[in-house]
């Protein structure tokens, strides 16, 4: 809807409601032409003085879809919000199939006495990576390497229209954590190492992702995360303990943050890991203290997975300490069908008519307060207003139409050509000529698309093969950009190694997400370290391109191979590769994140005192 006929619509959606949950007040003047600060503060104050400590407690809670049994439960409870997480699928995984769940999910707000509207959330980390069919973009690690705000603030922007164009509201991104260990399985949602360069990106992230005015139809509410120094655990182990002072994480996890909040980011996620053995979803002083206070966060801060129930003590005892930390919104996984159950991790799973049952005893009891209640509720619905979500209750088919669309797959390939990272180029093997005869293009990664894509594809983890539609594999790339005299072979044997002028193999790690991808061990598989050596042994030009989420050791392969390529997680569009390897472009991309020559010398960072690594931070050859 084109904004003037928008505001109308908005106007008469407020006058109903306005009049229907009091009898029409002076005050509706102001309800009706302005969307200002003041004007939105209004509305927000208004509402909140007629909703009761049910409806505030509901506009709270955050509840995976597939935790419902019945969704009216979100009309009974007052539910604010609904989340997909990694996995949380629907039957139809089509932008089309999104949009009708999405749009179906939002009728049973739209039945509440205030017909206060769901906030939608989804984990669109590298686009909207849940939907079959969207354009997947490089991992955080890759658009590090890019170093160019402007191409991520674009990629953004397309993630939040496809995200829009499913009838979505919010994605939980951009992760501004600095990795400072690659053993972490999170590395590659990372921009990098440098808090600088985070800084900078997450902010472009943001600004693209919510656009010039939330209020647009295509603009997205951000969720910066995870608050704070999830990058900095002791050995890179997810969820873990971050051992630094005060100074060192202002130093490196704040600055993200700083620069999110002057982008008006509209809620951060707290992390799941610990600041010197004291979990941040319980820390009053981060949270509120620093983040709320200091920082001047206006926005809303909405917990991890489940992750209040890690904190110690019971369940009731968890969202008291989580709330009176300063966190608004809780995102909880389970429903009824959990109720009393004992979960994965051998604790009792809780569910969101506990967290209900239990908040409310805690405000009745006085042990959380009314105002503190309220702050969270207003910070909530000031968002839910920023993001003009009375007037966004159905998606927009035109944008549903868009996703992954020519345009969009443009700017994500421009993302691949310009995140790759040039190694090492003996010989000048690289560029390819279009015109090479004959070419062997194998290994595991070179015609797997669910490789290329990662962790956070389609599912939690990811996995291989053709797990999304309208991709591109690095072998299809090439095979679309060399002459129609070239023959490529996708087979490495005695045969097409003795025939070839050059061979590609295309080798990395298997896809995983979070704590999953926690790793002591960072050599390559057996199986691709003996690809390798056989093609070797054919004496023919080797050009090495590597699949990864983080640097991997590269022990002999530097010295076996011409030419090595680093292509972190790309993605769907691999033929901005292939644009790349032939020529068409130039690499560009600089390392970010110190490439270590050995296990023992990680972590390592720019910066160290000590700091002697195969190939530094903002390390890459070009042409
Ligand atoms: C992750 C978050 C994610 C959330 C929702 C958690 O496990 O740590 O990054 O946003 O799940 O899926
Ligand atoms: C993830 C969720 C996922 C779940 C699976 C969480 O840690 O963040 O997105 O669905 O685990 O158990």
Redesign the pocket.
Known sequence: MKKKSRQIFTSLLFLIIACSISSCSQDVDVMLNDNSKEAIAKNVDDLLSKMTLDEKIGQMTQV?YAAFQDFNDINKYFIGSVLW????EIDDLSASGWAKVADSIMTFSLKTRLGIPLILGI?AVHGHNNVDGAVIFPHNIGLGCMRNTELVDKAAGVTAEEIAGTGMHWTFAPCVAVARDIRWGRTYESFGEDPTLVAELGAASVLGLQGGDLSDGDAVLSCTKHFVGDGGTTNGIDQGNTEIDEETLRKIHLPGYISAIKENTGSIMASYSSWNSEKLHGNKYLITDLLKGELGFEGFVVS???AIDQLEGDYKSDIEKSINAGLDMIMI?HGPSAQGKIG?NGQVQNTYLDFITYLKELVNEGKVSQPRIDDAVRRILTSKFNLDLFNKTKTDINLTAKVGSTEHREIARKCVQQSLVLLKNGNKTLPISKDIKNIVVAGRGANDLGMQCGGWTIS?QGSHGEIIKGGTTILTAIKNTVSKNTNVTNSLDENSMKNSDLIIIVVGEDPY??GVGDRKDLNLSIEDLNMIKKAKNSSKPIVVILLSGRPMLLNNILEDCNAVVAAWLPGTEGQGIADVLFGDFSFTGKLSQTWPKSMDQIPINVGDVEYNPLFPFGYGLSY
């Open positions: 995976d997480g990694g996995g949380s984990d991890d997975w489940a996984p994965d939690w997400a979070e």
